[in-house]
């Protein structure tokens, strides 16, 4: 893998193509991440670079928008208290800086919080884990003790009132509040980082952040096996967790398919026709593997 300017170092991957601009924006992104990295697929450090983009697109793009700044605090931590879904190389970072940062004593507490909550949330879906009013494993005496690894969606979680924070926590039918844009960059980069490991390979679905934490520090070398390809992470799965019909499946795969055409279209003018080809193909193989 090179990083020359002429050849992208990602072409498409599986990405959904309910949007060709999207496609196209996530493969022009994966490849200036990779770039960055000089070519070097290390989940921690594609999500460092990806992180600091995020920081400084919040401080370029959202908060002049604002008529105040967040009110996002140290020892505020309402938004703390949900089920949080990651890409797989966010939780490898969360996993590294916890076996390489704490110490045994404090890795060993870590790992007590994490074996509770995922027990506790065993069961319940993807969409019961939202509402699912528990403390985060890595939260004590609200603080983040994985603060400068955290995922990207809990970066992009800004709020102009601590008020509305903690009524969502208190009341599961209140709605969320919180600063549109850095929200949906968060989403969009975490999900930038998990089509690069795609595109080479790797399991790259969301995952089930305590889950899938869990799963490295019980086993350290499921990383390097994740890397190399093997199936590690499918019991964190988000997508495990979602209660979803056959019928349901088939639709989204209709809609997918009418899309298609418009998305190889974007993509090639956008990101060349090798980009479109690595495209179509990862979508066939997708269709192959669920069966419709």
Known sequence: MTGQDDE??????????????????????????????????????????????????????????????????????WCCYSGVRASIAEAVSVAVFILTRKTAAAQKEIRNRIDVYVAEASGRTAEDRLTFRKPCPFLVRDECTVYPVRPLIC???????????????????????????????????????????????????????AGAVKLILDDPTSFDRWHGGEKVFAEAFISKLTEESPRQREDETRRYDRSLPALLEEVERRAGPKAAASTREAWEKRRRQAGT
């Open 155 to 209: 970066a992009g979680y800004l709020s102009p009132t601590p008020d509305a924070c903690e009524r969502v926590v208190k009341d599961p039918d209140e709605k969320t509040l919180y600063v549109e844009g850095a929200a949906e960059e968060a989403g969009f980069l975490s999900r930038v980082l998990a089509e690069i490991f795609r595109a080479f390979g790797a399991e790259a679905e969301s995952v089930d952040l």
């Open 8 to 77: 992208p170092v990602f072409a498409g991957g599986d990405v959904p193509p309910e949007s060709a601009e999207t496609a196209a924006r996530i493969a022009q992104t994966a490849n200036a991440l990779v770039r960055a990295a000089a070519g070097r697929l290390n989940p921690v450090e594609l999500t460092a670079i990806a992180r600091s983009g995020f920081e400084e697109f919040v401080r370029r793009d959202v908060l002049p928008s604002l008529d105040a700044p967040p009110a996002c605090q140290r020892g505020c931590a």
